[in-house]
């Protein structure tokens, strides 16, 4: 069946693929995790905060981040980062930007949203005992979330953000419709220059597969042993 | 009736829930079995219709085999009611759909054949009103009358009863005894698992004592109540009828 | 912001002489709906078969429900997209591939398939969560009534797990609809697509995105309130879902 396939594209291309590709798609996923973290993060204390103006900002951004396919995300903020440069910069046109910071501003904008929505639940799930308990020790609100709260409630959805950043992880690969070359765009690329789809199409997935495998067995026996502890 | 010899059971390799249990429940018989929690009670009488595997021994249920690879479950499950301490009604169908489901799709009645069933027995439990509800409507005694008519509309030939009244408030556990009281009048068969002694007393005719997996006593209702051979059975029956 | 913005142009004729810019969008999102549609009907039912698997006492059958759900979770779904359009009709029989590149329409049989399937790896975790959130006893009453599994599953635990589940599924619905859009890379020109292409016609870029972010937010309120009211029309009474 793969008689007519050359399986040695892939061996030629490796450097190409993964010094190139690779870690393109790692560095997006772990700055986009972390940056979508700290951003969900402020974006929950907001929803949370109890004051409703700020809250319904806040539900409002989540909303409309997860009513959107990522895909149309992905053109908005290709089209739009160059004028909000400008904007910030107060150059007097649209400032150019990379590839790699206009897809990583929105991968950390549209994250946010969901990342907001676990921190949202973990920290709902900390009993009301725990920042009553440190008020009356004197600590201000600041201080009781940022010693108290959030610790607890980061430690309680670390195995959900874990699993989100798997999918984040996935999701980069739709950076492809900007034509750049992340791991899969770095496979396409040599797929269409060396007439090789099958093999590299193949090959790709196969190292997709194995990576999200790995992680979420990963983030499994995580799970497994903070219920032990618990 | 029902013959229980020698059943073993295990969970797991280092548990054994029940050990060597032997007994039997004659035609028309009325059988309390008590004891602590964790005892095994409950695991036996799931054992009587295979709702729980056992790994020896063998229970034999009106002449067929329970343990037996050949054996149709369905149908045999099927001739022997069962009613649950969480009564375990469908809470998505309506009281009388509760009790027509199994008599359609299981025995294969008609529709009208088995709505005419299941209103003559919700008549019987006095529920003829609440046929329409649904079972969150109803309270709990309400709730573990309809699942006694569930399991008669079946035209059982022996009911067994897993902790009836465990799960209701005080004030409802009368309502369904009462039932069951005249259902052992009538001359049903019955295996109950329960901690009321007065049910027992009032109509069993044997009572069965198990602890750690074991049958303790089996002893005529009238010898157990008077004289437990067993300092277990002993210190049981002075914990429960001390209130 | 020296952007020149001109919102009179989805009135404008679009240069593919297929009526107005809104016109295009609009088919775009006809295309969206249909293609969503489609592959959900898949999801649903591979995911619900594949549920169930998961859920069965046969431990064969949950390992294979347990690999399909890891076969289609971790591999990214332009990765499947690009699977099932451009390696398979070259790994099948020469005349089979040359049906499969020949036939019409094959990015959007191609999308609901890809998308259908990858979803339904989703489904399948919320309908084995759903029938897991059941109490153990519910299948035990079914079972006792002589049930079999398949009636079990299909008169007693599917109808209680599927009203369950039914917020979940709604926002994997929702997932679904978004991606659709990833189905622009193997050429189905959904709304996304469109919105692109009259971006690249128009040059108005904001205006086309605006007028897609639109319809998106559209879809997502009519599919919210819909599922809200089926919810409401299939809600037990009495019966309080999430306890």
């Known amino acids: 069946m793969f008689a007519n396939f050359d399986f040695d594209v892939i061996r030629r291309s490796l450097g190409y693929l993964f010094f190139d590709g690779m870690t393109f798609t790692l560095t997006l996923t772990g700055l986009g995790a972390l940056g979508g973290l700290i951003f969900g993060t402020l974006i929950a204390l907001m929803r949370l905060s109890g004051y409703r103006l700020l809250g319904r900002i806040a539900g409002l951004y989540v909303d409309l981040m997860r009513s959107l396919p990522l895909v149309l995300v992905i053109f908005w903020f290709y089209f739009l980062v160059p004028y909000i440069g400008q904007w910030v910069t107060g150059s007097s046109r649209p400032i150019r930007v990379g590839a790699f910071t206009s897809s990583l501003v929105t991968f950390i904008l549209f994250e946010a949203a969901y990342f907001s929505e676990i921190m949202r639940a973990g920290i709902q799930s900390i009993s009301k005992g725990q920042p009553a308990a440190a008020s009356a020790l004197g600590l201000t609100y600041a201080q009781s979330m940022r010693y108290v709260v959030l610790p607890q409630a980061f430690r309680n959805m670390l195995p959900v953000l874990l699993t989100q950043t798997i999918v984040l992880f996935q999701d980069t690969s739709l950076v492809y419709v900007l034509s750049i070359p992340d791991f899969l765009g ?43 502890v618990r | ?205 044997r009572v069965i004592f198990m602890d750690q997996g074991e049958i303790v006593e089996d002893a005529l209702k009238t010898d157990f109540f008077g004289s437990p051979r067993s300092d277990r059975a002993q210190k049981f029956l002075s914990k429960i009828l001390s209130h | ?161 599927f009203r369950i589940i039914m917020p979940p599924l709604t926002s994997e619905f929702l997932s679904t609809i978004k991606n659709t859009s990833v189905a622009i890379t193997i050429g189905l020109i959904e709304l996304t697509g469109e919105a692109r292409a009259m971006q690249e016609f128009s040059f108005q870029v904001f205006e086309a995105f605006t007028g897609a972010t639109v319809l998106y937010l559209l879809i997502n309120i009519v599919v919210v309130v819909a599922m809200r009211f089926l919810e409401r029309s299939i809600a037990i009474p009495g019966y309080i879902t999430g306890k």
Not at chain 2, 82 to 101: D, S, Y
Not at chain 3, 100 to 115: C, E, N
Not at chain 3, 127 to 153: D, E, F, H, I
């Open chain 1, 186 to 228: 770095a496979a396409s690329k040599v797929a269409q220059r060396d007439g090789r789809l099958v093999e590299m199409y193949l090959f790709a997935a196969v190292v997709y597969f194995a990576i999200s495998c790995f992680a979420s067995f990963g983030v499994r026996r995580l799970q497994a042993r903070i219920a032990i």
């Open chain 2, 1 to 205: 009736m029902i013959e229980i010899s020698h059943v073993d059971k295990w969970y797991g390799p280092s548990f054994q829930a029940l050990r060597d249990c032997t007994t039997s429940v004659a035609k028309g018989e009325v059988v309390v079995v008590c004891g602590p929690s964790g005892s095994g009670k409950s695991t036996l009488i799931k054992c009587v219709n295979a709702l729980e595997p056992f790994q020896a021994g063998e229970i034999i249920l009106d002449g067929i085999k329970v343990n037996d690879p050949k054996t149709d479950l369905p149908k045999l499950r099927a001739r022997v009611g069962m009613v649950f301490q969480h009564f375990e009604l469908f809470p998505h169908l309506k009281i009388i759909e509760n009790l027509c489901l199994a008599q359609e799709k299981v025995l294969g009645r008609s529709h009208d054949e088995a709505m005419a069933k299941a209103a003559k027995l919700l008549d019987r439990v006095g529920l003829k009103d609440h046929a329409r509800k649904y079972p969150a409507e109803l309270s709990g005694g309400q709730q573990q009358r309809v699942a006694i008519a569930r399991a008669l509309a079946m035209d059982p030939i022996a009911m067994l009863f897993d902790e009836p009244t465990s799960a209701l408030d005080p004030e409802m556990i009368s309502e369904v005894l009462d039932v069951m009281v005249d259902l052992a009048r009538e001359g049903m068969t019955m295996m109950v698992v329960t901690h009321e002694m007065g049910f027992a007393s009032k109509v069993a005719h």
């Open chain 3, 1 to 161: 912001m020296n952007y020149h913005w001109n919102w009179s142009i989805f009135f404008e004729p679009a240069p593919n002489g297929t009526g107005t810019y809104l016109d295009m969008l609009l088919s775009g999102l006809l295309l969206t709906i249909e293609t969503s549609l489609c592959a959900w009907i898949i999801a649903l039912v591979f995911g619900a078969v594949v549920g169930v698997m998961r859920t069965l006492p046969s431990k064969a059958a949950s390992r294979i429900g347990f690999a399909y759900v890891e076969f289609f979770r971790n591999m990214p779904l332009l990765v499947q997209l690009f699977i099932w359009f451009f390696v398979l009709p070259e790994i099948v029989p020469q005349d089979w591939g040359l049906w499969l590149k020949q036939m019409p329409h094959a990015p959007f049989y191609t999308a609901v398939i890809g998308i259908g399937l990858f979803m339904s790896a989703r489904v399948a975790e919320q309908t084995r969560a759903g029938v897991n959130s059941l109490p153990r006893g519910q299948k035990m009453a079914a079972t006792a009534l002589g049930l079999t599994t398949a009636q079990t599953y299909r008169y007693v635990l599917l109808p209680m797990a």
